[in-house]
């Protein structure tokens, strides 16, 4: 494509993200679809240049004040993120030269608000939970984009061998710090074309979330919920370490993402895995369980803002109203999950929210309000699960994830046992 058109469909792409009236995965998505004929490099550079744009908003929106022509199209500019000759033939002298002087220029002086890239309440709930020594490089890792990251399926793939073929194959990958499971990807390749990922042998899945699904630590045998189980990433995970036997349930009030882990179930070869969509968290299919689920994961719907690296516009269309809406749909859930685990069962529940509003908040209530749920504290589930390194994932009784601090999204699980 010629560069000028492709600086055309960056700009059109900038301006449908910025709307905000969608989520910006599905936005780019359906742009993709009406634009078939772009190539894999095409592609990584509008996308990419879409979401600089959505992380670092603030700052672009203020440096692209003091040039000429169209808004979206000196945000695209400046936060181009693809191959820098794809560029060049699509500018002349006169926005190379103003492109130049303003990259050229410290951020390090303009005000905190343009350099943090946050609206104002997020901002100060980070300030508050975190302290300025640990804000600001939760600030630099939030503006990055997040690495890639393979959980393998020990039903059928050893993780030594795994990294051993996508080295062959040139991937240069690496195991995880944390989970036992994971593998990291520098980049960003075509796994569909990798005979591992067709077979089932490896899932794309962030080692934070490998991490909740060890928390769980399902045995064989066992009846097991996951009780939001979306596109079922979790779900695959614990069929795995439950070596496809047993019962594992995977409930979602969202039949259109539990299709979409039909085809990822059939690549991972379990057989124990039911899908059930519930109308709400009281359905009848849940009352039937009540007392007989040895475990129960709760990865709550929640803001989300643990995946910014990921999913940046997310920031953008929050707000504080909507998180107190969240908690108490968060609180009503974990409430009616909790009624499914028998004695001696285990109860997980899991955000990928960085505030406290949805976490520990949200954690301590139940356990004040179930005094037959005692805290496990996660550093022991950890260690008896074998994670290496586990005392760095946890604050107090809780596995506390931060990508500044373990490269992954940020996550949060409180884990209890029922008397």
Excluded at 32 to 54: I, Q, S
Excluded at 90 to 107: C, F, H, K, L, S
Aim: proline share 5%; charged share 25%.
């Amino acid at each position: 494509m010629h560069p000028t058109a492709l600086l055309d469909l960056a700009t059109e792409l900038v301006r449908a993200v910025l709307k905000l009236d969608a989520p910006a995965d599905s936005i780019v998505s359906n742009f993709f679809r009406k634009h078939r004929t772009l190539g894999p490099r095409e592609r990584h550079a509008l996308a990419e240049t879409a979401y600089t744009v959505l992380r670092r908003r603030s700052l672009l929106s203020h440096q692209a004040q003091s040039g000429t022509g169209a808004l979206e199209r000196r945000l695209a500019l400046l936060g181009w993120s693809g191959d820098a000759n794809l560029l060049r033939g699509a500018i002349g002298p006169n926005e190379t030269q103003w492109r130049t002087q303003v990259q050229a220029v410290d951020p390090a002086g303009f005000s905190e608000k343009l350099r943090h890239n946050l609206p104002d309440w997020l901002a100060s709930a980070l300030r508050a939970q975190l302290g300025d020594q640990a804000f600001w490089p939760l600030v630099a890792a939030l503006n990055e984009p997040a690495s890639l990251d393979l959980r393998v399926n020990i039903l059928k793939a050893k993780r030594e061998d795994m990294l051993s073929i996508l080295n062959q194959a040139g991937l240069r990958v690496a195991p995880t710090p944390f989970s036992p499971w994971g593998i990291r990807v520098p980049g960003k390749p075509a796994l569909q074309k990798i005979d591992a990922f067709v077979r089932g042998d490896i899932e794309v899945q962030d080692e934070g979330s490998q991490l909740l699904a060890v928390l769980v630590d399902a045995k064989r045998g066992e009846m097991v919920v996951d009780f939001c189980a979306g596109a079922g990433g979790k779900t695959l995970a614990l069929g795995a370490s439950m070596r496809s036997t047993g019962r594992l349930y995977a409930f979602d009030t969202s039949g259109h993402r539990l299709d979409a882990l039909k085809p990822r179930m059939a690549r991972s070869g379990l057989s124990n895995v039911h899908p059930a969509q519930i109308a709400h968290e009281r359905d009848e299919r849940v009352k039937r369980l009540s007392g007989k689920i040895d475990r129960v994961l709760v990865d709550a719907p929640c803001s989300g803002l643990g995946t910014l690296r990921r999913n940046p516009d997310l920031k953008w269309r929050q707000s504080p109203q909507a998180v107190i809406e969240l908690q108490a749909k968060q609180t009503a859930i974990l409430d009616s999950a909790a009624r499914l685990v028998k004695s001696g069962g285990r109860l997980v529940y899991a955000t990928c929210s960085l505030l406290r509003d949805e976490n520990e908040v949200v954690a301590e209530a139940f356990g004040a309000a179930h005094p037959d749920f005692v805290v496990l504290p996660a550093l022991e589930a950890l260690q008896a699960a074998h994670v290496e390194r586990a005392a760095e994932l946890v604050s107090g009784d809780y596995l506390r994830l931060w990508p500044h601090q373990h490269a992954t999204d940020g996550f949060f699980a409180a884990v209890w046992q029922r008397r």
